[in-house]
């Protein structure tokens, strides 16, 4: 009998719907105290000093690299395997996205291909941590410090992995994360920029807001509404809403919880599908845990085998075509990405899935295609 196992599914708990209760019975349902309680918690699950909410890990990464004040036609490095949005992000600010390579078994940016493509015109790195699984941190700080170049830690697979025993978030600058319907802490929508600068961190805070020094919750807390504010730059409607942020304060609660049992469920796959001709396993390293938004795994005859998966109603992704196809970016001659973007492919990866749905998906692979 044929399944439905989807690739991806939400998983939201009664607390967080009675979170959300709570909020509309409010009066309040825009940026205000629920939005200002997630910050605190986040920026305190993260090890950051600082958390600003946002709408979206695409105005998380426009506006880390906003605050950064580049001069238009500066040359920002980046990875050709993400969602378009990271790298449409750089072309907002009139910057120039340069595409390094990537490893072929993780996905991540490749250090060396960093290295080599960084010129007098180079200002900042946007590093991804692909599926979840941690990038090679130290390296690229350190090669970035070297060079004077800031870097942008794209975190939208990220919520709760961790490299070298600290949680990702808290590593450098500007962290990006993502908290859409499918991701590891979904709120429907909305992100996050976790920072260390006091002085980026109040400057967040206005550019989300349209450039106005003062939002609406700040000025309508006093006895009377206080209707003068300033506005010293232009900004964005950026901002988290308190919807979202209650529902974001509930998930954080289960994070790990859920986190580890996306760990079970990748041991799950590793187990049944290690002796599979055909097919790479993503990497493993005792210095960093994944947090599995995605299993992606490398087959031959790619295109095959998600069809084979399909005709047995099990969902199947390809993440991501590369970047540098499209035609507002400049292509590359990039064999790592190639290689891993025609033979990459993700199996399904959510709360939702039962130990017999992995089974299940794994002998499916294992028949053949």
């Given at each position: 009998?044929?399944?439905?196992?989807?690739?991806?599914?939400?998983?939201?708990?009664?607390d967080?719907?009675?979170?959300?209760?709570?909020?509309?019975?409010?009066?309040?349902?825009?940026?205000?105290?629920?939005?200002?309680?997630?910050?605190?918690?986040?920026?305190?699950?993260?090890?950051a000093?600082?958390?600003?909410g946002?709408?979206?890990c695409?105005?998380?990464?426009?506006?880390?690299?906003?605050?950064?004040?580049?001069?238009?036609?500066?040359?920002?490095?980046?990875?050709?395997?993400?969602?378009?949005?990271?790298?449409?992000?750089?072309?907002y600010?009139?910057l120039?996205?340069?595409?390094?390579?990537?490893?072929?078994?993780s996905?991540?940016?490749?250090?060396?291909?960093?290295?080599?493509?960084?010129t007098?015109?180079?200002r900042?790195v946007?590093?991804?941590h692909?599926?979840?699984?941690?990038?090679d941190?130290d390296?690229?700080?350190?090669?970035?410090r070297?060079?004077d170049?800031?870097?942008?830690?794209?975190?939208?697979h990220?919520?709760?992995?961790t490299?070298?025993?600290?949680?990702?978030?808290?590593?450098?600058?500007?962290?990006?994360?993502?908290?859409?319907?499918?991701k590891?802490?979904p709120?429907?929508?909305?992100g996050?920029?976790?920072?260390?600068?006091?002085?980026?961190?109040a400057?967040?805070?206005?550019?989300?807001?349209?450039g106005?020094?003062?939002?609406?919750?700040r000025?309508?807390?006093?006895?009377?509404?206080?209707?003068?504010?300033?506005?010293?730059?232009?900004?964005?409607?950026?901002?988290?809403?308190?919807?979202?942020?209650?529902?974001g304060?509930?998930?954080?609660?289960?994070?790990?919880?859920?986190?580890?049992?996306?760990?079970?469920?990748?041991?799950?796959?590793?187990?049944?599908?290690?002796?599979v001709g055909?097919?790479?396993?993503?990497?493993?390293?005792?210095?960093?845990t994944?947090?599995f938004h995605?299993?992606?795994i490398?087959?031959?005859?790619?295109?095959?085998?998600?069809?084979?998966?399909?005709?047995?109603?099990i969902?199947?992704?390809v993440?991501?075509?590369?970047?540098?196809?499209?035609p507002?970016?400049e292509?590359?001659?990039?064999?790592?990405?190639?290689?891993?973007s025609?033979?990459?492919?993700?199996?399904?990866?959510?709360?939702?899935?039962t130990?017999?749905?992995?089974h299940?998906?794994?002998?499916?692979i294992?028949?053949?295609?």
């Open positions: 009998m044929t399944r439905n196992i989807p690739l991806f599914r939400p998983s939201i708990s009664e967080a719907i009675e979170a959300v209760a709570g909020v509309l019975r409010s009066g309040w349902l825009g940026l205000g105290p629920k939005t200002q309680e997630f910050e605190q918690r986040f920026a305190e699950y993260t090890g000093p600082y958390c600003v946002l709408n979206s695409t105005s998380a990464i426009h506006l880390a690299l906003r605050v950064l004040d580049l001069e238009d036609g500066s040359e920002v490095i980046t990875t050709p395997l993400t969602f378009v949005s990271t790298n449409h992000a750089i072309l600010e009139g120039r996205p340069v595409f390094a390579d990537v490893d072929p078994a996905g991540n940016l490749s250090v060396e291909s960093v290295k080599q493509k960084i007098d015109r180079t900042a946007i590093v991804v692909y599926g979840g699984y941690p990038a941190i390296e690229l700080y350190s090669v970035a070297a060079s170049i800031a870097v942008i830690e794209d975190c939208a990220a919520c709760g992995a490299y070298k025993a600290k949680r990702i978030g808290s590593h450098g600058d500007f962290h990006a994360f993502s908290f859409h319907a499918v590891n802490l709120t429907g929508d909305g996050a920029l976790t920072v260390r600068s006091s002085d980026h961190d400057r967040l805070r206005r550019l989300r807001w349209l106005i020094d003062k939002d609406t919750y000025r309508t807390t006093s006895k009377s509404y206080d209707w003068e504010y300033d506005v010293p730059e232009v900004g964005y409607k950026y901002h988290m809403n308190d919807i979202e942020a209650a529902i304060v509930a998930q954080l609660r289960f994070l790990d919880r859920e986190n580890a049992r996306r760990a079970e469920i990748a041991s799950l796959y590793r187990d049944a599908l290690s002796k055909g097919i790479d396993l993503p990497p493993a390293s005792a210095d960093r994944s947090s995605l299993f992606p490398r087959a031959e005859n790619r295109d095959a085998l998600i069809d084979k998966l399909r005709s047995a109603g969902g199947a992704g993440h991501y075509r590369r970047n540098d196809e499209y507002m970016y292509k590359s001659d990039l064999p790592g990405a190639e290689l891993f025609s033979r990459v492919l993700s199996l399904p990866m959510h709360m939702c899935l130990d017999d749905d992995v299940y998906v794994a002998q499916t294992a028949s053949g295609w």
